[in-house]
């Protein structure tokens, strides 16, 4: 059974930074794509970052310029540094990993870590 165990979030004031860990246990297979996704209080969980097994990453607009994602395989973990931190980006953070299977993909999801970034 594969668990994905995030760590890192917390209450920051604004212009801070903070860094989000997530680590995959339970399986020996590496992960397709890994990321982060969020929801905020009433809104849709949206696409924050994510990265390939080979490094390629993607970000959501609002974000780029002020997050890193990043990768170790062998770990099968993935980082989210996060600077210059908005009110905007308080959030519940969700960490997802993708593997193929038979057919398709899979993905699996964190439990979530908060974010709350002050005024």
């Known amino acids: 059974q594969v668990q994905l165990v995030e760590s890192g979030g917390g209450l920051v004031q604004a212009g801070g930074s903070l860094r989000l860990s997530c680590a995959a246990s339970?399986?020996?297979?590496?992960?397709?794509?890994m990321g982060w996704y969020r929801q905020a209080p009433g809104k849709q969980r949206e696409l924050v970052s994510t990265?390939?097994?080979?490094?390629?990453?993607k970000y959501a607009d609002s974000v780029k310029g002020r997050f890193t994602i990043s990768r170790d395989n062998a770990k099968n973990t993935v980082y989210l540094q996060m600077n210059s931190l908005k009110p905007e980006d308080t959030a519940v953070y969700y960490c997802?990993?993708?593997?193929?299977?038979?057919?398709?993909?899979?993905?699996?999801w964190g439990q979530g870590t908060q974010v709350t970034v002050s005024s």
């Open positions: 990265i390939t097994s080979g490094g390629s990453t």
């Open positions: 339970g399986g020996i297979f590496s992960f397709k794509g």
């Open positions: 997802n990993a993708v593997r193929e299977v038979v057919g398709g993909l899979y993905a699996y």
